[in-house]
C-alpha cells in the first residue's frame, strides 16, 4: 500500500512540472499565399522569414492579438486582399524579430483589393488594416503603390526609410488610400514626409494625431503633387 502512495506521489509531481511549464509555439511564414488563409492566433506569432506575397485572387485575415515578426529587410506584399481587423482591445503588431534591425515594409500594390464604401462613407469590405501596431519597419511602414486601403486606427511608430527614402511611417506613390484615427510618430524619412508622404496620390486623410516626426522635408506630412 505503501508504495502504491508513492507511485500515485510521484505521478502527481510529474503531472505538476509538466503541467506547469509554458510551451511556446512560433510558425514560420514565407513565400506564395495562393489562396484565403487566416493567421490565427493560436498559432502566433508568426515569423516572416521571408518575403511573403499574397496572390492577386487570394485574401490573408489576420486574427486580433496575433503577433506578426519580421526577419531583417523582409517584407509581406499585397497583390490581393488583406484583411487586418483587431480590436480596440486586443490588436494586432508588425515588429522586428530581430533587435536593433529592421524589417521592410508592408506594400500594396496595384491588383491589391481596395477599400470598398457605401454612401456614407463606412467601410463595406476590401484591403485594411484596423488597430493594428506598425513598429520597426526600414522602408516605410506602409507603402501605397497605385492601391486605396483603409489605414485606420492604427499606431505606426518608430519606422524609418532606407531605400525609398519617402514617408517613414506610410507612403503612397499613385495612391488613394484612406488614412483614418491613426497615432503616427517617431518615425523618419531621409528626404520626405517623416509620418506621411503623398507622391502624385489623392489619399484622404482624417482626424490623424500626427507627432515627433521627421524629414527633411515635411516633418509630419510631405505632398508632392497630389
Known amino acids: 500500500m505503501r508504495g502504491k502512495n508513492y507511485l500515485l506521489l510521484f505521478l502527481y509531481i510529474i503531472f505538476f512540472i509538466v503541467s506547469s511549464i509554458e510551451i511556446s509555439y512560433s510558425t514560420d511564414v514565407s513565400g506564395n499565399i495562393i489562396k484565403h488563409t487566416t493567421w490565427t492566433r493560436v498559432n502566433s506569432p508568426y515569423i516572416v522569414i521571408d518575403d511573403v506575397f499574397i496572390d492577386a485572387v487570394a485574401v490573408l485575415t489576420i486574427e486580433p492579438g496575433v503577433v506578426v515578426k519580421l526577419e531583417p529587410d523582409k517584407s509581406i506584399v499585397v497583390r490581393g486582399g488583406f484583411n487586418v481587423r483587431g480590436t480596440e482591445t486586443d490588436s494586432i503588431y508588425f515588429i522586428r524579430n530581430v533587435e536593433d534591425e529592421r524589417w521592410g515594409t508592408i506594400k500594396f500594390i496595384e491588383s491589391s483589393f481596395p477599400a ?104 509630419g506630412i510631405d505632398c508632392f503633387k497630389s
Do not use: H, M, W
Not at 492601391?147 to 531605400?163: E, G, K, Y
Open 116 to 219: 470598398v464604401y457605401d454612401e456614407e462613407g463606412n467601410y463595406i469590405f476590401g484591403s485594411i488594416i484596423e488597430y493594428a501596431l506598425i513598429e520597426g519597419a526600414g522602408n516605410s511602414g506602409i507603402i501605397c503603390e497605385n492601391a486605396s486601403p483603409l489605414i485606420c486606427r492604427n499606431t505606426v511608430s518608430d519606422n524609418s526609410t532606407q531605400v525609398l527614402e519617402n514617408g517613414g511611417g506610410i507612403y503612397s506613390r499613385f495612391g488613394s488610400p484612406k488614412i483614418y484615427k491613426n497615432t503616427i510618430s517617431n518615425n523618419y524619412a531621409s528626404t520626405d514626409g517623416g509620418g506621411i508622404a503623398c507622391f502624385f496620390s489623392s489619399p484622404l486623410i482624417l482626424e490623424n494625431i500626427i507627432s515627433n516626426n521627421n524629414a527633411d522635408n515635411g516633418g
